[in-house]
């Protein structure tokens, strides 16, 4: 297993910006898809990105896709989601996950088996 920490989150005012990082512990991540979710209050855990192993290849969520850049950085074992142009229904707390099969193409919200315990965006309107 993995030990995944988020920070970055806070309050900010809607069209601010935020960086969010994960950096994990116990596994280096350099073989592993990244991922980024998000919960609001009374509402379901949604996929927002992903990065797989290389850095190569991104994939988002339309409704955050031109605001929202993840990136990882295996040096130093972090992973990031650079959050623009923030709207008060980007509210939730942010999961960063790992897909601990290395190398896989194309990971699925079932495929992430590591978790961080989340970190809180609050985007006031």
């Known amino acids: 297993q993995v030990h995944l920490v988020e920070s970055g989150g806070g309050l900010v005012q809607a069209g601010g910006s935020l960086r969010l990082s994960c950096e994990a512990s116990g596994r280096t991540l350099s073989r592993y898809t990244m991922g980024w979710f998000r919960q609001a209050p009374g509402k379901e855990r949604e996929f927002v990105a992903r990065i797989n192993w290389s850095g190569q290849f991104t994939y988002y969520e339309d409704y955050v896709k031109g605001r929202f850049t993840i990136s990882r950085d295996d040096a130093k074992n972090t992973v990031y989601l650079q959050m623009n142009s923030l709207k008060p229904e980007d509210t939730a707390v942010y999961y960063c996950?790992?897909?601990?099969?290395?190398?896989?193409?194309?990971?699925?919200?079932?495929?992430?088996?590591?978790w961080g315990k989340g970190t809180q965006v609050t985007v006031a309107s």
């Open positions: 996950a790992a897909d601990l099969a290395p190398f896989r193409i194309g990971s699925r919200e079932a495929d992430f088996g590591s």
